[in-house]
């Protein structure tokens, strides 16, 4: 095992957003600490712990509380009632933690802390304990919503006050900019969580960032003059990037009960190479009935085998029935309520990834060489996917009606151009070379891997 050196392990405290995008980024980056040589104890909240038993091999998990410990998130009121009481327990909750510690031979070095959570590292503080913001978002979003903090981009923003010009990138359109950005007022209370990421970073001993640096390079370059940064994505297991890291090959911490994922393999090994197109809408997912149709009715008319990851009261209650019936009977379709999305990006079968265009799901693709389509609804998304269309070359973004809607023809073509056309070859070779860079970044010697090697030094030398 590869190890920082050091005397004494600095002992590192993370704390996710108690969402699933969140808990397994900062969870894989525990993992590669521990592997420079760390302790890492993970914080979880009550209410996780209890529902779901979340176990790790190499990350001690302990518990604070959000103030919904019977129910979680479903127990509050509305957005602001969770945030609000997530800082008032989680403050208290956290301190009590760090006291469990102190007297112990191995206290607490450094808090890890969300980004999306700054009163982690006011608690940190009190205790002379050093802070790492954790951002779990692209580097573009990021400095997007810093821009916003400080007042160096004018909300709301409208048609007439765009492009927005970032380095590096082209010109950002309005539907470019985060939802919270493009359409102000709606979900104040998250627009308010995203900007006080920046409330008090400047205090912040480290910040670090799930990307890696070839993919952001410039972003990267012009916000580390205003706020020093350290890339260590993509925040995959090991056995699909370098290999490093014995036995990770998997999420350890699912917030959702998983189906058994034999089936679902067994079902991709029966078909062609680059034949199959996997669909999945993030977590967080709601799309009403008149949009699953025209996506089920798109599929239809591609005549392509698809995966599609779907709640099973959506199944029943959203898409045609004739089509589900159709799919199966002629073995063109699995419909799954949960899905094994690393092993099935990296089956050989996958051709298409259908995507929400969440920021993990983007780096998975990018990491495992999938080209997508992007059907992006809110927060950052719409910000990724014109990275992956614009930027990156990996994929094509949905054009949406004026009926609110993605059709079935743009469905359609969208898949065809990406799995037989002649820019998906392109977006193919495209797939291929990112892949290549995240592995090298994760690699010894690699951006991310010496990014994560100074955090512990540095931390071993405090210590």
């Known amino acids: 095992m590869e190890r920082a050196t050091n005397t004494k392990k600095p002992h590192i405290l993370a704390i996710p957003y108690p969402s699933q995008g969140h808990v397994n980024p900062m969870h894989q980056f525990c993992k590669r600490l521990v592997f420079k040589g760390a302790k890492t104890t993970f914080a979880l909240t009550k209410f996780i712990i209890r529902s779901f038993n979340p176990k790790s091999d190499s990350v001690a998990i302990e518990a604070i509380s959000d103030g919904f410990d019977e129910s979680g998130f479903g127990q509050a009121a509305d957005v602001s009632d969770y945030l609000t009481r997530m800082q008032q327990a989680g403050s208290k909750t956290l301190e009590d933690l760090i006291q469990s510690h102190q007297s112990s031979n191995n206290p607490i070095d450094c808090i890890v802390y969300d980004a999306f959570l700054p009163w982690a590292l006011e608690v940190a503080q009190k205790y002379d304990i050093k802070g790492a913001a954790f951002f779990t978002q692209a580097c573009v979003v990021n400095y997007v919503y810093y821009y916003a903090h400080h007042g160096l981009l004018e909300l709301p923003v409208t048609a007439a006050s765009t492009p927005v010009e970032l380095p590096g990138l082209p010109p950002l ?6 939802s919270f950005i ?13 900007l006080s990421q920046f409330s008090n970073l400047e205090k912040a001993d480290f910040v670090v960032v799930n990307t890696f640096y070839k993919l952001e390079e410039k972003i990267v370059d012009s916000m580390t003059k ?12 090991s056995s699909y990037l370098d290999g490093r890291i014995e036995n990770d090959n998997k999420y350890d911490i699912n917030l959702f009960h998983p189906e058994d994922c034999t089936r679902i393999m067994q ?6 190479v680059r034949s199959v197109v996997y669909i999945a809408f993030g977590s967080m997912d709601n799309l009403p009935k008149p949009q699953m149709e025209e996506i089920a009715w798109g599929l239809h008319a591609s005549n392509f085998d698809f995966i599609w990851v779907v709640r099973a009261q959506d199944r029943q209650e959203k898409i045609p029935g004739d089509f589900v019936r159709a799919s199966v009977d002629n073995d063109k379709a699995l419909f799954v309520h949960w899905s094994p999305q690393l092993e099935v990006l990296s089956s050989e079968a996958v051709g298409c990834f259908f995507s929400h265009g969440g920021w993990n799901s983007t780096t998975e693709a990018l990491s495992l060489g999938v080209p997508m389509v992007v059907m992006p609804q809110w927060t950052d998304q719409t910000t ?44 193919k070779r495209n797939a291929r070379k990112w892949r290549e ?18 955090f512990v030094s540095k931390l071993t030398t405090s210590s």
């Open 384 to 427: 990724d996917a014109k990275l992956v269309q614009d930027v990156w070359g990996v994929g094509l973004r949905v054009r949406v009606g004026e009926d609110g809607l993605v059709g079935r023809e743009e469905v359609e073509g969208c898949l065809r151009e990406v799995m037989e056309g002649e820019r998906g070859e392109e977006m």
């Open 226 to 237: 205003v706020c020093p940064l350290l890339t260590i994505g993509p925040t995959l297991p």
């Open 437 to 454: 860079l995240a592995k090298e970044a994760v690699a010894e010697g690699g951006t991310s891997d010496l990014d994560i090697l100074n």
């Open 182 to 194: 493009y359409k102000h007022g709606t979900y104040p209370a998250y627009f308010e969580m995203v």
């Open 173 to 178: 359109q309005l539907p470019d900019l985060p």
């Open 267 to 272: 079902w991709l090994e029966k078909k062609l």
